[in-house]
Nanobody, 116 residues
């Protein structure tokens, strides 16, 4: 079965760092674009970053540019999101997803909480 599992979330102080991981089973990341999304309570889900190994391209939302870095170890079928200089506004559940023509499948999410 196809499965995506996020990990690495937690509680950090403002200015701290976390590294999120997205591990895939049942398919190969190398054939997909992998994206990170986040959703805070009462807000719409928003795109954070994505990476395409086949196209060799990355994307970052304006709100995280210069602070977050997406990378992949496609031999391990894992994509990472390094989050530095975290702000309370980054508090959300973070999800990874895979896409060829659309964002399917999705992981279950990992909670990131940034305290003031």
């Amino acid at each position: 079965e196809v499965q995506l599992v996020e990990s690495g979330g937690g509680l950090v102080q403002a200015g701290g760092s976390l590294r999120l991981s997205c591990a895939a089973s049942g398919f190969t990341f190398d054939d997909y674009t992998i994206g990170w999304f986040r959703q805070a309570p009462g807000k719409e889900r928003e795109g954070v970053s994505c990476i395409s190994s086949s196209e060799g391209s990355t994307y970052y939302a304006d709100s995280v540019k210069g602070r977050f870095t997406i990378s992949g170890d496609f031999a391990k079928n894992t994509v990472y999101l390094q989050m530095n200089s975290l702000k309370p506004e980054d508090t959300a559940v973070y999800y990874c997803a895979a896409a060829r023509l659309k964002w399917v499948p999705w992981g279950q999410g990992t909670q990131v909480t940034v305290s003031s």
